[in-house]
């Protein structure tokens, strides 16, 4: 089974969902579409999951296939996946910047997922992914990988931060304890 996923951004992405239509893929298909408006025959549409209901579906899919949302990311390789990352980009209205892009960019450099910038490559991709070993067994230095990730995310807050957003800590969800 292949899991395609565009995660929970209020924005459709079509883009993705039309690749995957124009793949043509011939195996049994899960689709998380949110507000997406694009249908592929023959595939089981969802238009959002539970946490734990996505969790099960990434561990149970041969191929993950998703926007480069960072929390889509994580379960994948948690999970053992090798995810494909088609970034939601700027320029077709899919999100807000490329940060996306960036993210993605940096884990394909460390072998960690398999990257679409251009969707004509999506068979490929998923192939790629197929093939591929679990992505612990890619990339073994998983301290790297969050070293990069904290690096990442501090640099998204960092940015925001300075056009008025909060800095992660400053406030403390509902319920948590903020650490001192």
């Known amino acids: 089974m292949i899991l395609v996923s565009t995660g929970t951004n209020g ?10 239509l124009a793949v043509g893929l011939d195996e049994e298909l899960v689709i998380q579409h949110g507000p997406s ?9 969802i238009e959002y999951l539970s946490f734990a209901d996505y ?18 990311v994580l379960v994948a390789l948690l999970a053992g996946k090798r995810p494909v990352l088609v ?15 960036d993210f993605a960019r940096r884990l394909a450099s460390l072998g960690s997922v398999v990257l679409v910038e251009d969707t004509d490559q999506l068979r490929e991709a998923i192939e790629d992914a197929a093939r591929s070993r679990p992505w612990q067994t890619v990339h073994g ?24 957003f909060e800095e992660i800590g ?3 969800p509902h319920g948590a ?3 001192s």
């Open 141 to 164: 230095a998983q301290s790297e990988l969050i070293r990069d990730l904290g690096s990442h995310l501090s640099a998204v807050v960092g940015a925001r931060s300075s056009t008025g």
């Open 37 to 45: 408006t694009v249908r592929v025959p023959g595939a089981s549409h």
């Open 87 to 101: 970034p939601r980009l700027a320029r077709f209205a899919e999100a807000v910047d490329d940060h996306q892009l």
């Open 170 to 172: 400053s406030a403390a």
């Open 11 to 20: 924005d459709s992405f079509d883009r993705l969902l039309s690749a995957v």
């Open 55 to 72: 969790q099960s579906l990434v561990s149970n899919a041969r191929v993950v296939v998703t926007h480069a949302g960072v929390g889509s």
């Open 177 to 179: 304890k903020r650490a």
